[in-house]
């Protein structure tokens, strides 16, 4: 049986800038002010990384700064980050080491398994498509926006709908990415050996 292991690709902050619309200044102040990760030397962005910069700019461009979206942060880039490796072309196997067609080698195990490793138990739970953020604090993956509005009387939506509420396409924030990272692989897979 083979084993394998996964690198992730590394982006510049000039390539993380021109992927999520973060500001190369924009970074730096939320490195300085611990909104992002600060690396030693010449920082370098991972898949993960880049997710949480593109949704935090979304919440930004709509009023909700970083230290806000701190609280939800993890939850975003996990749902995303679900999605974004549901795509095939973000994995790059290398291919004279490893056979692709062995059953051990699947792409949807290398999703759950980096996902597990940067989330631990939070990337056990398969998100929903949708990302609410209710006025009280709470948020919910949901599949269906409709399901959550339906009986206005419900103690649900008595507690968490009373207030705006934010939604995430997470699907759709993924297909942006990947429309971003034009076809650059996000993780290697090699042989272990």
Not at 123 to 131: G, W
Request: glycine letters at 6%; aromatic letters at 12%; charged letters at 25%.
């Amino acid at each position: 049986m083979q084993e394998f292991r996964f690198d992730l690709a590394q982006f510049t902050p000039s390539e993380a800038e021109n992927i999520t619309g973060l500001a190369l200044a924009t970074q730096r102040d939320w490195r300085r002010r611990g909104f992002l990760h600060k690396g030693i030397g010449h920082n370098r962005f991972d898949l993960f990384d880049l997710i949480e910069m593109l949704a935090r700019k979304m919440l930004s461009d709509r009023g909700i700064g970083p230290l806000a979206s701190e609280s939800i942060s993890d939850f975003l880039v996990s749902g995303i980050s679900h999605r974004v490796l549901d795509y095939d072309s973000c994995f790059k196997a290398d291919s004279a080491k490893l056979d692709a067609d062995a059953p051990e080698f699947n792409f949807d195990r290398f999703s759950r398994l980096i996902r597990v490793k940067k989330f631990g138990n939070i990337a056990s739970v398969i998100p929903a498509r949708f990302f609410l953020w209710f006025a009280n604090g709470k948020h919910q993956w949901v599949k269906n926006i409709a399901d959550c509005f339906e009986d206005s009387n419900s103690s649900y939506a008595l507690t968490n709908v009373a207030g705006p509420v934010i939604i995430l396409d997470q699907e759709a924030i993924a297909k942006h990415l990947i429309k971003k990272i034009s076809g650059r692989p996000l993780v290697f897979v090699k042989s272990a050996e």
